[in-house]
């Protein structure tokens, strides 16, 4: 499940958790050489609502073992709590738009015809919907920067299961994205760099007989952007 940290001599450059949609990344780490700890610590489903609480300001995942990885990770680094990391921040959490986009969930708000009704996928109520879906994924952000941590997040591979609706995907995702960069957190966005003409990743890109994952390519394309901002 773990990306563990690359090296135990040199410091790490960042602390990286998420949900599978990390392991690219941190594969792409490990095979350069660039020292950092974590790596996915569950799936997709697990970070969207109701699952961490604070203890003073330290976040607890509710998961005792997600909890158990994440206390491992920052012992690597030498800190008691997230308040004490001196490293970037690099999130998946909240991220994971198939799993939002899921068809069945979407079908009330559908005509007769099977079309949504105009201006719904931009709409304050759609983006209510999907900030409702991923509340405690925004509220972990919002707290990691209160703390005063540099934070960066990842958006996923723009991958589309058959269980997803594409144009929910494409607007939750924007969404978050939106989100999140009003908490000022740094939006890695690679979609112009991997994807084709219609906006979906380019196969080269995408983990072989799989529906959702990018690849080690994909992954390294992410590194060589956090590396560009200093990471």
């Given at each position: 499940?773990?990306?563990?940290?690359?090296?135990?001599?040199?410091?790490?450059r960042?602390?990286?958790?998420?949900?599978?949609?990390?392991?690219?990344?941190?594969?792409?780490?490990?095979?350069?050489?660039?020292?950092?700890?974590g790596?996915?610590v569950?799936?997709?489903?697990?970070?969207?609502?109701?699952?961490?609480?604070?203890?003073?300001?330290?976040?607890?995942?509710?998961?005792a073992?997600?909890?158990?990885?994440?206390?491992?990770?920052?012992?690597?680094?030498?800190?008691?709590?997230?308040?004490?990391?001196?490293?970037?921040?690099?999130?998946?959490?909240?991220?994971?738009?198939?799993?939002?986009?899921?068809?069945?969930?979407?079908?009330?708000?559908?005509?007769?015809?099977?079309?949504?009704?105009?201006?719904?996928?931009?709409?304050?109520l759609?983006?209510?919907?999907?900030?409702?879906?991923?509340?405690?994924?925004?509220?972990?952000?919002?707290?990691?920067?209160?703390?005063?941590?540099?934070?960066?997040?990842?958006?996923?591979?723009?991958?589309?299961?058959?269980?997803?609706?594409?144009?929910?995907?494409?607007?939750?995702?924007?969404?978050?994205?939106?989100?999140?960069?009003?908490?000022?957190?740094?939006?890695?966005?690679?979609?112009?760099?991997?994807?084709?003409?219609?906006?979906?990743?380019?196969?080269?890109?995408?983990?072989?007989?799989?529906?959702?994952?990018?690849?080690?390519?994909?992954?390294?394309?992410?590194?060589a952007?956090?590396?560009?901002?200093g990471?």
């Open positions: 499940m773990t990306t563990p940290s690359s090296t135990t001599t040199a410091p790490a960042f602390l990286l958790l998420g949900d599978s949609h990390a392991g690219p990344v941190g594969r792409a780490a490990r095979a350069a050489g660039i020292p950092f700890s790596g996915p569950g799936a997709a489903r697990d970070f969207n609502a109701g699952f961490f609480d604070l203890r003073g300001d330290d976040p607890v995942f509710r998961d073992e997600i909890d158990q990885l994440y206390r491992g990770f920052l012992a690597e680094l030498g800190v008691a709590g997230l308040g004490e990391l001196t490293v970037p921040l690099v999130l998946t959490f909240g991220l994971s738009a198939h799993f939002f986009a899921t068809t069945e969930n979407w079908q009330l708000y559908r005509t007769r015809a099977g079309a949504f009704t105009p201006g719904f996928v931009s709409s304050r759609f983006d209510d919907i999907v900030t409702a879906m991923a509340r405690d994924a925004i509220a972990f952000y919002r707290h990691a920067r209160g703390l005063g941590l540099r934070v960066l997040a990842a958006l996923p591979p723009q991958r589309v299961p058959s269980m997803s609706d594409p144009e929910i995907f494409m607007a939750a995702q924007e969404t978050m994205r939106c989100a999140l960069d009003a908490l000022d957190v740094e939006i890695v966005d690679l979609r112009d760099r991997v994807t084709g003409a219609a906006g979906l990743q380019r196969p080269e890109l995408c983990e072989a007989d799989d529906p959702i994952h990018g690849n080690l390519a994909f992954g390294r394309l992410i590194l952007d956090l590396l560009d901002r990471l």
